[in-house]
């Protein structure tokens, strides 16, 4: 058998099995947060004819809003690729000026071509009055566009067939009169075919459209699934495409794995060093790595054909970046794999920007820049990212110019987002104020179980019940404040104090230059409180003073926030009943300790000769017929520790 013929059958064998291995791809891709969501079999029927695809880190992500490019790039994958190969090199040169100057991504062109020559998608529109390229409309400022609702009914409702002329439907949507007349008839049919419908939201049961809104990939899924089931029964089957979309990543780093072997006759061998730079154009990866010696060297391949890994996870090549520490294959000049070493670091600075941008598989990421002292750092961020603003959960569009930022990086990803507003304000309760009045702890005041910690600035103002001359000295744990911060440090307060009645039996008093009352409130809990100045005390309404409280007297306290500015009580004294074990008897002190059932506590019991001692039939005792574990029961005055016995039972 000739060279010729073995080298043909040999490609054709190599052939064979890429194309098996994509299908098998195809048909077995899972994703990890799909099991339990509703388009299921939506996803899982577009992503195997290779309509739709996921992301790289395993997740479809069908809750995300799917943009223009995505929706016709999959739009078009449901025609005859020969059909879209065709019209796109009969007509691209009528585009490579728009390419160039909206940044159309590579992926994305030929689907572009195929869907404005079948009018799916105007080239142009008008934008008042002026002629705009539609290009303009795709991506803004380095990010995707999201599609909205009512231009995916024309996407879907053009390719189908349907016209926007001949029958007129109405529909029946609360929102009608937002709908673009232009989208009316598409939607229209659209409905009537039940692929696409309206929307409600709990508790109304009003039918909106909402044609502003975004679609959920998810519900993209739905809409290609029935869509491409009338288009089959046209007679056009849909296509498996394999090449790499946006924000749908592709699967060419399924074969890419193949092309591994797809190197010239030279050795293949291994090399370590640190990046130096990396280059993609033209489809095309130049890498430069330094060496440990300082010797720099370069390679080049075919992007798509370049094998990256990540510690142990798949990855691509624009998360290669500069001072990575590499491992990587080569065969003469020719890149064929890097393995990049798993890399974490923090980073402190101020923040500059958030925006989209493109990796060479044509995923579109969020990234973020830093400004790190001099420099300017960039990194991706993903959904599994964890956000923070003055210690809130949120997103990093929320995160403004200048604000300061803590950032945890692993593999280039930013793992966690600690944001510091340059300004900000939030309104809370006082929780805390440290000793040293450094910091104070808020809790927020539509959350009980959120609090939050800041700084305080050593030239903070503050502002109490309209008191500018206020102090921090003047701030009390339960004050209402609205604080300012710059960057999570608080510069102002504006304090108002919370009025408040609590009850309970007085259990202490303390008089001195700041007297303090402590009750015990009706959940059995001790509670102190300082006394204002100016307090005032009523004792069965009539006016009184401190010195006139006694110990168990049932109290109301006012209070504004933590200080009492007035006691209310009545002239008795209420008589506490504990049970309990005897634990020891001290007839010489007249002490007995005991046991209490209700709290396990130890208690001390003083009697007096006028202490009245019986059993539970009425017979009258003594100190003396009182052993350790026995059971009694003492009625007497709650001295806060102890109890004066004004009645002893002997229960057992």
């Given at each position: 058998?000739?060279?010729?013929?073995?080298?043909?059958?040999?490609?054709l064998i190599a052939v064979i099995f890429v194309v098996t291995s994509i299908q098998f791809s195809f048909g077995a891709e899972k994703f990890t947060d799909m099991s339990t969501h509703w388009s299921k079999q939506y996803v899982d029927e577009m992503?195997?004819?290779?309509i739709l695809s996921g992301y790289p880190d395993g997740k479809f992500k069908p809750e995300e809003a799917i943009t223009r490019m995505q929706a016709l790039v999959a739009i078009s994958r449901m025609f005859e690729q020969s059909e879209v190969d065709s019209i796109y090199n009969s007509n691209k040169s009528k585009y490579e000026s728009d390419f160039k100057e909206y940044s159309i991504?590579?992926?994305?062109?030929?689907?572009?071509?195929?869907?404005i020559?079948?009018?799916?998608?105007?080239?142009?529109?008008?934008?008042?009055?002026?002629?705009?390229?539609?290009?303009?409309?795709?991506v803004k400022n380095g990010k995707e566009s999201p599609a909205q609702r009512w231009e995916v009914a024309i996407y879907i409702g053009k390719a189908l067939g349907y016209s926007d002329k001949g029958k007129v439907y109405v529909l029946d949507f609360e929102d009608v009169k937002d709908i673009p007349s232009s989208a009316v008839p598409y939607i229209g049919a659209l409905v009537e075919k039940k692929i696409i419908s309206g929307q409600t939201k709990y508790p109304s049961d009003k039918l909106m459209f909402n044609p502003y809104g975004a679609v959920k990939r998810g519900e993209m899924a739905k809409i290609l699934k029935l869509s491409n089931d009338i288009i089959s029964k046209k007679g056009s089957s849909s296509n498996s495409s394999?090449?790499?979309?946006?924000?749908?990543?592709?699967?060419?780093?399924?074969?890419?794995?193949?092309?591994?072997?797809?190197?010239?006759?030279?050795?293949?061998m291994t090399i370590s060093g640190e990046v130096y730079s990396v280059t993609q154009a033209s489809g095309d990866t130049l890498l430069m790595i330094e060496t440990s010696k300082g010797t720099k060297l370069s390679f080049k391949n075919n992007t798509g054909s370049v094998v990256v890994k990540l510690g142990e996870k798949k990855a691509s090549v624009s998360d290669i970046a500069k001072g990575d520490n590499v491992k990587i294959r080569v065969s003469g000049d020719k890149l064929v794999s890097v393995d990049i070493e798993e890399r974490e670091e923090s980073v402190e600075g101020y923040f500059v920007k958030a925006y989209f941008n493109l990796g060479t598989d044509g995923l579109s990421r969020t990234f973020i820049q830093v400004k790190d002292g001099k420099n300017t750092r960039e990194f991706a961020i993903d959904g599994s990212s964890d956000i923070e603003i003055d210690g809130k959960d949120s997103s990093v569009y929320d995160i403004q110019e200048e604000d300061r930022v803590e950032v945890e990086i692993e593999n280039g990803v930013v793992d966690s987002l600690k944001a510091f507003s340059k300004s900000g304000r939030l309104t809370g309760f006082v929780k805390e104020v440290n000793a040293s009045k450094d910091y104070m702890i808020l809790v927020d005041e539509d959350d009980d179980d959120k609090e939050y910690k800041f700084d305080i600035d050593d030239d903070v103002d503050v502002k109490r019940n309209n008191d500018k001359s206020g102090t921090l000295s003047d701030i009390r744990v339960g004050d209402k404040v609205e604080i300012e911060l710059e960057y999570s440090v608080i510069v102002e307060i504006d304090a108002e104090s919370v009025s408040k009645d609590v009850e309970g039996i007085i259990k202490e008093i303390i008089i001195s230059s700041e007297p303090k009352i402590t009750i015990l409130d009706k959940n059995d809990k001790l509670k102190t409180?300082?006394?204002?100045?100016?307090?005032?005390v009523e004792i069965d309404n009539d006016s009184a003073g401190l010195y006139d409280l006694r110990l168990n007297y049932e109290a109301k306290l006012e209070l504004e926030t933590d200080l009492v500015t007035k006691i209310e009580c009545d002239d008795e004294i209420m008589v506490s009943t504990i049970t309990g074990e005897i634990e020891d008897v001290d007839t010489g002190d007249n002490i007995i300790r005991i046991r209490d059932n209700r709290t396990n506590k130890s208690v001390y019991v003083r009697y007096k000769s006028s202490t009245t001692m019986e059993n539970y039939n009425g017979k009258s005792m003594d100190e003396d017929d009182f052993d350790e574990d026995d059971i009694i029961s003492v009625i007497g005055e709650d001295k806060l520790g102890s109890i004066s016995a004004d009645r002893i039972i002997k229960i057992q």
């Open positions: 058998m000739s060279q010729w013929v073995k080298k043909g059958i040999a490609i992503v195997g004819k290779g991504p590579t992926w994305a062109q030929k689907p572009l071509v195929f869907c020559e079948k009018e799916i998608f105007l080239r142009n529109f008008m934008d008042n009055g002026k002629l705009t390229s539609s290009f303009s409309i795709l394999n090449e790499s979309s946006g924000s749908d990543a592709s699967n060419s780093s399924d074969a890419s794995k193949d092309n591994e072997a797809d190197t010239s006759d030279d050795a293949i409180y300082r006394v204002s100045p100016d307090f005032e």
